[in-house]
């Protein structure tokens, strides 16, 4: 390790250090979520069970809340509910990646970890580039540089970064989110038999119509996948209008899903499809663990948007992460669920088999708290449903449709609203609710609503609204934190 690389990460640690107390008293951290100690965190990066451990690295900037030359952070865990802040793992300490250890991957090879990331030059001093390098560890907690791997081909931009990596038999591919030279978003397919020397093989998706794009201007961190028999391009294209309900951040996280032939560049795919609703998710990585399960973990933040608006920049920490989700087909879709593993951060069970509500407000006894899990099935609803979180938050469903509202995080006097349609109705809504975060999983997952809600600390009350009659059962747990 060089000494700017030990400087940087000792200058990192004393900032953890220097405002440990003050981040420690933000009611607004949360209990059961991955955070940063300090400063920003934004995207996973080589999500992995290696050798038994999971292994979940972020991109951090420990100096600042907002973005910059990042570092990747290190937690681990053995069953994805108690997780250990490990020592920095990689530091912009390089000639290749000094404005920036930007995101990547992870794979195994020959009982060695392997990250594949982007080393960022952001054209300060020099011009601008983005290149895949590679960092190799033995013990999974202290990583060597191994420099550059690709620079970016002809016909791209400067924006050119988040290897994703696999294997399909004996070859390697890494997909990489680019920019085409009339700014298209892209997907570049690269093969490897080594994990050396790699072939540029070409585009495998991305925006096609004239500068700019049908489908963006960017594409980033892309993640390519198997998935109920189905393969997936899971991508953040940015630049998407919104469209009625659909796109309504900045930037978007969605996927395609169809017939894929990495190696000829072939895939016939359906449209692209929002794999959140709410108002922070972005950047998500997956990988398959030691029991065949595809998990995803989200960056809860989206690029550009309210970033300096949340009220955690005072205590010197921005950003968190989702809660790890498994993926399954459902012959349509894509559905999310809650790993089963969080079950074990349950108390006991607080259940109310049948309520009843008929144009009236009302809560529940027991049903509140802001670290909790909650359950509700519906048996009949028949105008309006509305669930109101903490005088901040609501939940309402009518008309089919969903909806998500909160006070806009930059005007305060307004309400902002994220929205679904419910073709085939509600059937149930499943809750996470962590201090100043939310998670919705509607209907078995098939939608998901991810959110940052920063109501008065205290607030603990829950309030139940029906028009006309709704009955439903509920369950609520406490939930423990992950220390
Ligand atoms: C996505 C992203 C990536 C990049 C990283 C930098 O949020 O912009 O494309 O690698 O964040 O932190």
Redesign the pocket.
Known sequence: MSERDLELKSLAEQEIEKHKETVATDPYRLNYHHMPPVGLM??PNGLIQWRGVYHLFY?WMPFDTT?GA?FWGHYTSENLVNWKHEKIALAPSDTFDRD?V??GSAISHEGRLYLFY?GNLDGKNGPEQENQCLAVSEDGVTFEKKGVLIETPEGYTAHF??PKVWKQGDIWYMVV?AQSEDHQGKAVMFSSHDLHNWEHLGTIAGSKEGRNGELGFMW??PDIFELGGKDILMVCPQGLESDGMNYANTYQSGYFAGEMNEHNLQFNHSEFRELDRGFEF??PQTTVDEKGRRILFG?MGV?EQYEQEHPTIEKHWVHCMTIPRELTWNGEKITQTPVEELSAMRGPVLLHSSVTIENDQKAIRGIQGRSIELNIEIDQLNEMFAIELFQYASLSYKDRILTLSRPHLEERSKTEFRRVGLGEGLRNIRLFIDRSSLEVFVNDGEEVFTSRIFPQPEEEHILFTSLGSTTFSIEKWDLNGYQ
């Open positions: 934004n995207d991109q973005h990042k920036g930007y995101s982007t970064r988040d989110g980033e961190c972005y950047a960056w690029p």
